[in-house]
Nanobody, 127 residues
Framework: VQLVESGGGSVQAGGSLTLSCTMSVAFEEASVGWFRQAPGKERQGVSIISIRDGETYYTNSVKDRFTISIDNAKKMVNLQMHNLQPDDTAVYYC??????????????????????WGAGTLVTVSS
């Protein structure tokens, strides 16, 4: 499975970006997450979506600003980001848990389940 992120760039605080994660394979059941790593910091989970039923989860710092969505026909998971702040500056990665099934808590997949990762796309937010 290959994942390719796109859509990163530089914006001013308050701006918006949409990141896309294109998968090489379409899945009927899996979970796809977005993660980020700022310079000198540990990787942080941002959001996750269940492919089958669209259940989502967001980390508190991005709730009400970010929206994750899936277009399975296009094998793409998008992350719409609004009201971006300098603290959102990071390399953003998408990842997939191909073993995720609906009976598994989505948050468990979020923290422990990712099997394949993309190379990342840089988001820079200036004040």
């Amino acid at each position: 499975v290959q994942l390719v992120e796109s859509g990163g760039g530089s914006v001013q605080a308050g701006g918006s970006l949409t990141l896309s994660c294109t998968m090489s394979v379409a899945f009927e059941e899996a979970s796809v997450g977005w993660f980020r790593q700022a310079p000198g910091k540990e990787r942080q989970g941002v959001s996750i979506i269940s492919i089958r039923d669209g259940e989502t989860y967001y980390t508190n710092s991005v709730k009400d600003r970010f929206t994750i969505s899936i277009d399975n026909a296009k094998k793409m998971v998008n992350l719409q980001m609004h009201n971006l702040q300098p603290d959102d500056t990071a390399v953003y990665y998408c990842a997939i848990d191909v073993d995720y099934r609906q009976h598994i808590p989505l948050i468990q997949s979020f923290y422990y389940g990712m099997d394949y990762w993309g190379a990342g796309t840089l988001v820079t937010v200036s004040s």
